[in-house]
C-alpha cells in the first residue's frame, strides 16, 4: 500500500511534464527569475535553457539594446550573440514568439567586436519556429571582405516568420546548411554594409540560400527585400534547388538615396566561379522562381549568375530593372560565359525595362512558352490598374501576409489576361494570365 501511495506524486509529475510550458522574456526581466509572464526573464537565452519540445517562448514588445557582454561565444572568425542549439521534435517545435501585438526589436548597434563576423542568430537547432522578431543596427567592423547575418540557419525544419531585418550592415537571412525551412513573410531593407571593400556593400543581401549538400527543399515564400545594397535575394554555389515563391525584390543595389552601391539584383538564381572546387555538386540544381516581382533593381531583375545549368521561371514580373530577365549562364566545365541553356520559363512579364527586356537566353536551348518576351505581347501602362510604386512598401496585413496592392496588377480589359499556358496552379478565367499577379 505504501508504494501505490508514493506512485501518485512520481505520475503527476510525468503528467505534468507532457503539457507544453510557457516562458516570457521582456525588457525589464531578469535571468535569474523564474520566466512566468509576471517574474520574465531578461534574455532568449536564458528562455532556452529552459524550455523543452514543445514549449513556448514569448518575447514581450520594446528594444532590447544588446551589448557585447551578451555574445555567447566566439567562434572562429564569429561574434555569436545568441546560439538556438536545442531542437524540438516534430509536431512539438519550441517556438520563439513575440507577444501578441507586442514587437521585440533586437537592436545590435553596440556590438562592434573587433576582427569578428556578428551573428545575432546563429541557429542550429531544428523543428523550432521564430516569430515577430525584428533586428536592427548590426554591425560590421573588418574592412576588407567580410560579412555579417542577422538570422543564419543550420538546422532543418525551421520556420521562420514575420521576422524584419533592416537598418543594419548585415544580410538578412542567411542559410548555409540544413533542409525543409520555410522563410514565411519576412522583411530585409535598408541593409547597407558601408564598412568593407570600399563602403559599396558588395557582400549585404536580403536573403542569401546556399545550401550544402542534403539542404533541400528550402523555401522562401511572400518576403521583401528593398533597398539592401548588394542583392534581395542570392543563391550564389548552392548545392541545392531552392524555391522563391510570391517574393517581391525592388531598389536593391542603391541606396535610400538611390546611390549606386553594391550588384543590385532582384534575384540572382544561382551562378559558381570560374573554377571547379569541392564544394562544386554532382548535379546542377535547377531553382525555382515563380508568382516573384522585381521592379526597379540596380542591375538585373531576375538573373541566372552564370549558373552552368537552368532553372524554372513561372509567372514573374519585371519592370525597371537594368535587365529584366537575364539568362546568363556558363559552360559546364565552367571555362565560358554563354547564353542561357536548359531554362524553362513560362507566363513571364517584363515591361519598361531600363535597357533589355532580356539578355542572354539561347531560345533553342530552353522552353519559352507565354512570355511578353518571346510571343512577343506588347505591354503598355494601359495593362494595370497602377504603376505606383510607394504601393510596394506597404505595410503587411496583421497575419503577417503580403498587402494587397493595386501596383502592376492587371486591368480587367487587359491583352495580358487568359494568355498564359496552364502549368499546374490554381487560376481563375479560361488560362493563367500574365506575371506574377492573376486577376
Known sequence: MKKSFLLVPILLLNCLSLFPKTFYVATTGNDSASGSLVDPFATIMRAQKSVEAGDTVYIRGGKYIMTENQITRNHRIWAEVNVLNKSGEPDKRINYWAFPNETPIFDLCKIKPENLRVMVFYITASWIHLKGIEVIGTQVTISTHTQSE?????????????????????????????????????????????????????????????????????????????????????????????????????????????????????????????????????????????????????????????????????????????????????????????????????????????????????STKCILENNTFSVPIKVTKADFQSLDQSQLISPRKPDGSLPDIKFMKLKKNSKLIDKGVDIGFEFSGKSPDLGAFDY
Not at 181 to 207: K, P, Q, V
Not at 323 to 330: A, E, Q
Not at 338 to 356: C, E, I, Q, W
Open 150 to 362: 542577422c538570422f543564419h540557419n543550420e538546422g532543418n525544419h525551421n520556420i521562420y516568420e514575420q521576422l524584419s531585418m533592416h537598418d543594419g550592415q548585415a544580410i538578412g537571412f542567411y542559410l548555409l546548411k540544413g533542409s525543409d525551412n520555410l522563410i514565411l513573410n519576412c522583411d530585409a531593407y535598408r541593409n547597407w554594409d558601408y564598412t568593407s571593400e570600399g563602403g559599396r556593400g558588395g557582400n549585404a543581401d536580403g536573403f542569401g540560400c546556399h545550401p550544402q549538400p542534403g539542404g533541400i527543399n528550402n523555401i522562401f515564400r511572400d518576403c521583401r527585400a528593398w533597398f539592401n545594397s548588394d542583392d534581395g535575394y542570392d543563391c550564389i554555389r548552392a548545392s541545392e534547388s531552392v524555391t522563391f515563391d510570391h517574393c517581391w525584390s525592388f531598389y536593391n543595389g542603391y541606396s535610400p538615396n538611390f546611390i549606386e552601391l553594391g550588384d543590385g539584383n532582384g534575384f540572382k538564381a544561382g551562378g559558381w566561379g570560374l573554377q571547379i572546387d569541392n564544394r562544386f555538386p554532382d548535379t546542377i540544381p535547377m531553382h525555382t522562381i515563380q508568382f516573384c516581382l522585381a521592379v526597379k533593381n540596380r542591375a538585373n531583375g531576375f538573373y541566372s549568375n552564370h549558373q552552368p545549368g537552368g532553372s524554372y521561371w513561372y509567372n514573374n514580373t519585371a519592370s525597371l530593372n537594368g535587365t529584366n530577365f537575364n539568362m546568363l549562364n556558363r559552360t559546364k566545365d565552367l571555362t565560358a560565359d554563354v547564353p542561357g541553356y536548359d531554362h524553362v520559363l513560362k507566363n513571364n512579364l517584363s515591361y519598361a525595362s531600363r535597357t533589355y527586356d532580356t539578355q542572354w537566353i539561347d
